[in-house]
């Protein structure tokens, strides 16, 4: 069974992320996104959906297709590396605001960013994750209107699953120019629903993105706070890093009881992330159709302690880039010294890895007669022709044994 025909074959084959677009599509009268044992998002068919609604949610569900920066956004002045794609600068930067920098997962540099499009008008909200207030375990979508919306919503880093675009119909309909913060998954349906519908490019003005290492599933966290014999309904506070550069693991009960963990001793070793198996497949965890991507700038992809925070900014595109120069300017962001591949390289040893291992891995979901991520100009295929033939029959037959655990 090779091809996607129900949403089922979506879930069941591991490439559901749960973004939350396909209910956004159709309503909550048709799917809801709810967590399932295993502790993911997924949709659930409340009704039958038409022939027409599921063909929507295929041209634009990131477990069916994902696919590079629009080639109308690549002009003269686009860099371009093999790994990373395309690109106009890559530099440290961080948010000017202390509290944010501190606050924020690493330098704060999309939360800079965001504050700086409400304040100067360009957009009158943003379309973010944040910690739900009844269950800060968990995340919801959410509109932030100003700095205080924005920065009391707990956006920094969600290292549990999210859907964020369960709204971004509704954010559409509001006819108001908003700016969108979320995964590369997530940034890839937007962009991917933006050739069908001319309200995303008409309203949606700004696409920003982290460089993304996957996410724990729910059942990650709730063992974290069983280790303390904290249930979820004792919680006022849970954060996944932040306060500090990486930040702990940080929970506070509501009667006052406070646990933490070191970065390193808890999200140090991504094996141990539980992450869902369409991470271990992602043909773009690097943000490539996002206007600007942020990332962690650690040598050796891990932090050594605690530093003030600094983030590495990717823009992709002429737009990106205008934008970070404009909040430079504004004195929202300070840029730092410029950045080559090389270091991004070794600040992301396991992204260049997943890069390079991706499409075998897809051959081995092929071999096993399962379906697969669609890809276009991300240079997978290209990568994998490059690779040592051992490098990439050990990815194909690890997926493969990964297959009976999705």
């Not at 629009?70 to 961080?94: A, M, T, V």
């Not at 120069?325 to 962001?333: E, K, L, P, W």
């Amino acid at each position: 069974m090779s091809e996607i025909n129900s949403l089922s074959d979506i879930t069941s084959n591991g490439l559901c992320i749960g973004c939350g677009i396909c209910e956004s599509i159709v309503g909550k009268e048709n799917i809801k996104i709810s967590m399932t044992e295993k502790g993911r998002l997924e949709p659930q068919e409340i009704s039958p959906l038409s022939d027409e609604n599921f063909d929507k949610i295929k041209k634009v569900c990131p477990g069916v297709i994902v696919e590079g920066l629009p080639k109308n956004e690549i002009n003269q002045d686009s860099k371009f590396d093999l790994i990373w794609g395309y690109y106009h600068s890559l530099f440290y930067s961080w948010s000017t605001d202390t509290k944010i920098r501190f606050q924020s997962s690493t330098g704060g540099l999309l939360n800079g960013l965001s504050l700086y499009l409400l304040e100067s008008n360009i957009v009158d909200f943003i379309l973010h994750t944040g910690t739900d207030p009844l269950k800060p375990m968990r995340s919801i979508s959410k509109y932030s209107y100003d700095k205080n919306e924005l920065l009391s919503s707990g956006s920094c880093s969600r290292y549990g699953p999210t859907s964020p675009l369960d709204r971004f119909h509704e954010a559409l309909n509001l006819n108001q120019p908003f700016a969108f913060v979320g995964k590369p998954c997530d940034i890839s349906a937007i962009r991917q629903l933006s050739k069908i519908d001319e309200k995303v490019n008409k309203f949606c003005k700004y696409l920003l993105t982290l460089v993304c290492g996957g996410f724990g599933e729910f059942t990650k966290s709730q063992e974290f706070i069983e280790s303390f014999n904290v249930k979820e309904k004792e919680l006022e506070i849970f954060r996944y890093r932040g306060n500090g550069n990486p930040g702990k693991m940080y929970i506070k009960t509501d009667s006052g009881k406070e646990y933490d963990k070191d970065y390193n001793s808890f999200w140090g070793e991504e094996s141990t992330w539980r992450v869902p198996f369409r991470c271990k497949i992602c043909p773009d965890a690097i943000g490539e159709s996002a206007d600007i991507a942020a990332l962690d700038t650690w040598p050796g992809g891990s932090p050594k302690g605690e530093d003030e925070g600094f983030n590495a900014a990717i823009a992709r595109t002429q737009k990106g880039l205008e934008l970070l120069n404009s909040a430079v300017d504004s004195g929202y962001i300070k840029k730092g010294d410029n950045l080559s591949i090389d270091e991004i390289n070794d600040f992301q040893p396991h992204q260049v890895k997943k890069k390079k291992a991706v499409f075998a891995r897809h051959c081995g979901m092929k071999k096993n007669d399962l379906p697969t991520i669609k890809t276009r100009g991300l240079r997978i295929k290209k990568l994998y022709d490059m690779n040592d033939k051992k490098f990439n029959i050990n990815e194909e037959e690890g997926i493969i044994k990964r297959v009976d655990k999705i």
